[in-house]
């Protein structure tokens, strides 16, 4: 099960690496560019917190938690990463 999450995770951070983080970072910035895995982020603890407030099955409460999981290591490799690399780069002295 790890292996096939983390294949997708990978498979995503690829496409997101390939087609979105380079316009998303020229157009809108380092700071914005950062901001969807918070966004993502706390969208699933909030909906972990709903379900745990909501219901007993733990099984959906696992799968909120994977979710989260899998949704950092992908934002964390495609967007936040590349503009952490961006946003220490050395600058030229003029």
């Known amino acids: 099960m790890f292996g096939i999450l983390l294949g997708v995770a990978q498979s995503l951070t690829f496409l997101l690496l390939t087609l979105v983080t380079g316009p998303v970072i020229s157009r809108y910035g380092i700071a914005r560019a950062m901001r969807p895995r918070r966004q993502a982020l706390t969208l699933c603890v909030t909906g972990s917190l709903v379900v745990l407030a ?24 495609a967007l936040t990463a590349p503009a952490f690399l961006v946003l220490y780069q050395p600058l030229r002295s003029n």
């Open 54 to 77: 909501t219901t007993i099955n733990t099984s959906v409460l696992f799968w909120f938690a994977v979710a989260a999981k899998v949704t950092d290591l992908v934002l964390l490799g």
